[in-house]
């Protein structure tokens, strides 16, 4: 498949590491854009709910496809969630073409946008609500996992799948309050400061929408999820759309992904013709280095 280009691409909440990670329709979309800045809008890896003996080869290429853009010069800026939150003590940090950061101000073709996974306005996540906030999110990830071992029997006898539990996530009034109170309160602080926009993600629910008080306005843009919902943001000629996966436009995709180990052969090459050289002289570093592909997905 051809790439797209695009110059901003922004995804959030893919939960990585979940049985609830839809990684293999992620991993079509992102290769199937070309984006000039790449947004990791936080809840990447699911850090909360990290079992080292479940990461499939799936989601490890999906984590390949990232380092694949930032390494062929694609800026990526993760902004950290609540579900990756661990990685709040190295904000700031960066590494070639990767910044770790809490949010980021987006200057686009002389508009603004505030960019924050949203849930520092959210009280339901600190603590002791993030302990219950823990379980739930694990209720709902094996919910999604049991869903759709349903949808794939009711397709078998030609039945039309359900949804349980996204109706379940979204038919809990008390929740969807907290999610109205934070994002309204983002919104507001936004209009304040006078941003054009303030993108987040967090609440799974996909949206752009202008909001109005009585000290002006501002576009909320969300980017949905990659567990149920499957969308993100795309920022192309001036203007902002929300990306919706649809099965249909990926026709050539093979089920099953399969990541190969380093062989002992490819491992001794690599060791005996170095891809990085440093230079000590007259007391400056410099150093240069060859850019390499990482190794790619074969499809099985």
Known sequence: MERRDVDIAIISDTHLGTFGASAKELLNY????????????????????????YFPDEHTAVLQEILNFANNGVPTYHTTGNHDDLLRQYTE????NIHLVDSLLLNVDGKTAWVFHGDAFD???????????????????????????????????????????????DSVKSAVKKMDDFEQKGIDIAIEKGYDYV????????????????????????????????????????????????EEDYPDTKEEIVIEDISADELADRTLNPSVVVTLENGKVTSTKKVVELKPTRYA
């Not at 790449?38 to 709910?49: A, E, H, R, Y």
């Not at 609500?129 to 006898?157: H, M, P, T």
């Open 93 to 96: 940090f960066s590494f070639a």
């Open 123 to 169: 009280h339901s996540v600190g603590g002791l609500a993030k302990s219950v906030a823990r379980f739930a999110g694990r209720l709902y990830d094996y919910s999604i996992f049991l869903n759709r071992q349903l949808n794939k029997l009711l397709r078998r006898i030609g039945l039309k799948p359900v949804f349980i539990s996204k109706k379940l996530k």
């Open 30 to 53: 992102l290769r199937s854009i070309q984006p000039k800045l790449l947004i990791l809008n936080g809840d990447i890896v699911d850090i909360w709910q990290f079992n080292k003996y």
């Open 199 to 246: 993108i987040c993600g967090h609440v799974h629910r996909p949206t752009i929408k202008k909001h109005s008080n009585e000290n002006g306005s501002t576009i909320y843009l969300n980017s949905g999820d990659w567990l149920e919902n499957l969308t993100g943001l795309e920022y192309s000629n001036g203007k902002w759309v929300l990306y919706r996966y649809k």
